[in-house]
């Protein structure tokens, strides 16, 4: 086996505070959640594995303790009431071509939610992003109520924001603040201290 | 559609810059050496990324030397040379992507448009077939993939299937950088595929405006319903840049969870800094500050 340190990021000579933390930043960047709808969802498992194991030698080597993570959840999962069931199971064992012809071979007048969102869930996998966000918002349409509907909406409306990469415009670069900023800030601090009976700036 | 990939210069260590610069100016020398000094002109950014994540992938052993610039005899360049096929790998696609764009500007543009083009076809086509003698692999990808791309483009497909061709050039090229058996394969073929569609959108996002003024193709304006018009008011360029932006950035999350799983020696931190910062950076300036219309004392001030 590798250098547990090393698969961590730490030297040998870390306090059990930095180890802690080295452990937390690699399980939130592999976490299999984020690449549940990913084909190199394998490989981040392996990863997070590797890297659960390593913190618990570590760990065990430093008279053991907790930290472990819990299996992964992949958003296309069975469901009782599924009208594609074989989809779904197709699009959970990584068959993605497979799945895309039996959903293409669906008429038009048997496409509800479901389909919807199973074809969106094939184009993302595929990488194509923006198809894949239309099928989701026809399915949240046409099922505003389904919770997986969403969830998957809102994991690639999340991504368009910037947050997880490329550029986001609303957010202030190098933690600067503006005179927005500090405007709002003080109206904030005003508010509270109102609340609490007190008044921060008095003619507002 | 070339030099939209490049590092975040602000957010690199000095030693990462020098690094950059240095693998940069190897390139360079190399595309001399192999193709004459000619070939020098198809130098870009997006090549001296590949040689570095070629030269991460594969962990080849780099030293530096100083010597002269090959342009500039009065100036000192630090060169990063390296034993392997990177250097030479990433020349050679220096060129056939060129010759590609040359031929395909020449399919685009008006006679006296293209005449730049057209006299430089001859001499950049024969290179290219020297190119294509070494790397037939790499030859055969770029040709595909220009194929698909002006097939896409004649059916006006979608911004997708449009992005489908770099995209899956991308990833041919990245996944080809590491062993059949080795197991970050996936994860470079990924990541390929998702930079590939970024650049490709970029460029479109980047040539919205004149497409538009032109009457030429570009899969965003049917995307952002934009059919018809040949101006765009400043809120609905707003509005426009905005949509680009949330398509890239969606690509871009995407790249970066494949880059996540890349184990990189030599040059990581570089590579990973493209595809966190990096790309987020031109995205900034192309759509946001609008670098390119902008005079150069203006842009110092920035």
């Known amino acids: 086996m590798t250098d547990p340190y090393k698969v961590l990021g730490v030297q040998p000579s870390a306090s059990d505070e930095e180890i802690k933390d080295a452990y937390r930043k690699l399980a939130k960047k592999y976490h299999p959640d984020q690449y549940a709808e990913s084909p190199l969802k394998d490989l981040a498992d392996e990863k997070m594995k590797e890297i659960n194991e390593a913190y618990d030698t570590v760990t065990a080597q430093r008279r053991g303790g907790g930290g472990y993570y819990n299996g992964a959840q992949n958003p296309v999962g069975g469901n009782r009431n599924s009208g594609f069931s074989d989809v779904r199971s197709l699009i959970m064992s990584g068959r993605i071509a497979d799945a895309e012809q039996i959903l293409n071979g669906v008429p038009p007048e048997r496409r509800n939610a479901e389909w919807y969102f199973l074809k969106g869930s094939v184009l993302y996998r595929r990488g194509w992003l923006e198809e894949a966000k239309d099928h989701f918002s026809r399915a949240c349409q046409l099922d505003p109520g389904n919770g997986e509907y969403s969830a998957a909406l809102n994991q690639a409306m999340n991504q368009r924001g910037g947050m997880y990469g490329g550029y986001n415009p609303n957010q202030s670069m190098n933690g600067s603040c503006n005179t927005c900023d500090m405007c709002s800030g003080l109206l904030l601090a005003d508010c509270c201290c109102e609340c609490m009976g007190g008044d921060l700036i008095r003619c507002c | ?302």
């Open chain 2, 1 to 302: 559609m070339f030099g939209y990939v490049r590092p975040n210069k602000a957010e690199m260590l000095v030693k990462e810059y020098a690094q950059y610069k240095a693998a940069y100016c190897q390139l360079c020398k190399t595309l001399g050496q192999e193709y004459g000094p000619l070939a020098r002109m198809a130098l870009s950014y997006d090549c001296a990324f590949y040689a570095l994540l070629a030269l991460s992938v594969t962990g080849g052993a780099v030293r530096e030397r100083r010597a002269r610039c090959v342009c500039n005899p009065l100036k000192a360049c630090v060169y990063l040379e390296a034993e392997g096929e990177e250097y030479k790998k990433a020349a050679a696609l220096c060129v056939l992507l060129t010759f590609h764009k040359l031929r395909d500007d020449l399919g685009d543009r008006s006679f006296f448009r293209s005449l730049g083009s057209r006299m430089l076809l001859p001499y950049v086509g024969r290179k290219a077939r020297k190119a294509e003698g070494r790397y037939p692999l790499l030859a055969q990808a770029a040709a595909e993939a220009m194929e698909a791309q002006r097939q896409a483009e004649a059916e006006r497909a979608g911004v997708d299937p449009c992005a489908e061709p770099t995209a899956c050039l991308l990833g041919t090229l990245f996944a080809e950088l590491a062993q059949p058996e080795d197991r970050q394969r996936p994860a470079l073929e990924r990541f390929g595929y998702f930079l590939g569609r970024w650049v490709y959108l970029m460029d479109a996002a980047d040539d919205l405006r004149e497409d538009l003024r032109e009457g030429a193709f570009n899969p965003f304006i049917r995307r952002l319903g934009l059919e018809g018009k040949r101006e765009l008011a400043p809120e609905e360029r707003q509005a426009a840049e905005t949509a680009c932006n949330e398509a890239l950035n969606a690509t871009a999350a995407q790249a970066a969870l494949a880059a996540n799983l890349l184990e990189l020696e030599n040059f990581g931190p570089i590579v990973r800094n493209v595809a966190e910062k990096g790309l987020a950076e031109v995205q900034r300036e192309i759509l946001f500050l609008h670098v390119k219309e902008k005079p150069r004392r203006e842009l110092e001030k920035l």
